[in-house]
């Protein structure tokens, strides 16, 4: 029998990173897959090696690269390949009115297209095996100064309900969506306060809590199809305005 490994794509940094050294905690071995973030990679992948599991980086440009090579080169260094987590992820923003062509096909490119791509090659390569997808709990907005990567992301989402009714019962895809865990670095203290002041729970997330909410979706095997809000209730704060709030 195979050891099981885990193929996670941007793994190298931010929550990607987090994922890879829990995933290794938990006995996974890591493909590690990474595009510019090559220097990242190698100090990730001696930290788990250190952990006593295996590890090997990928290199894998999303924009120009064949993504069933990645796929086929993980399954053929880690034969118990049993774990896809598309964490990869590219952000800019724009108002529609502001938003060009490629600007949609570059966020949609990585934060959608590939992802599913992924997916039917892992299906394709695998008897059995799981899909975890990393969205965003900003899916759950309209906030069009984000349009291009909002949209991308909300359709990750709708492609993680869909193929998780394609691929059920042999491959079991769900996906996270995290809140205010690790704020971008140019965001200052007194944005992320503000954005605290509209999370019912009142506090910011830690990378421990997704760390907690992809070993409940990698453990409960009755759980498919699913979008996991890991944002301290922030993405249910639509309460609106009504009568009773009015002139407050």
Known sequence: MHQQAALIT????????????????????????V??????????????RA?????????????????????????????GLSLLLNSASTYEPAPIAATELAMLETQFRIN??????LTRHFAAAVQAGQVIN??????????????????????LAE??????????????????????VLPASQRTSDYIKWRIEGIPLKHQGAPDHLVQALHYLLDNTFVVGQILFVDGGESINLEGRHSENYGS
Do not use: W
Request: hydrophobic share 40%.
């Open 10 to 33: 941007g793994g190298a940094t931010r929550l990607g990173r987090c994922f890879s050294e829990a995933l290794a905690d938990a006995g996974y071995d890591i493909a590690l897959h």
């Open 112 to 117: 959608m297209f590939t992802p599913l791509l």
């Open 51 to 79: 952990k006593g599991r295996e590890c090997e980086i990928f290199c894998c440009d999303f924009l120009t690269d064949n993504v069933n090579d990645l796929v086929q080169s993980a399954k053929r260094r880690f034969p």
């Open 159 to 180: 492609m993680t309900c869909m193929a998780a009714l394609e691929f059920a019962p042999r491959i079991r895809i769900n996906g996270i969506a995290p809140g205010v």
């Open 134 to 155: 990393i969205i965003d709990n900003k899916m759950a907005y309209h906030q069009y100064p984000y349009a291009a990567y909002l949209l991308s992301k909300k359709s």
């Open 35 to 48: 595009n510019r973030s090559r220097e990242e990679a190698e100090e990730v992948a001696s930290g788990i």
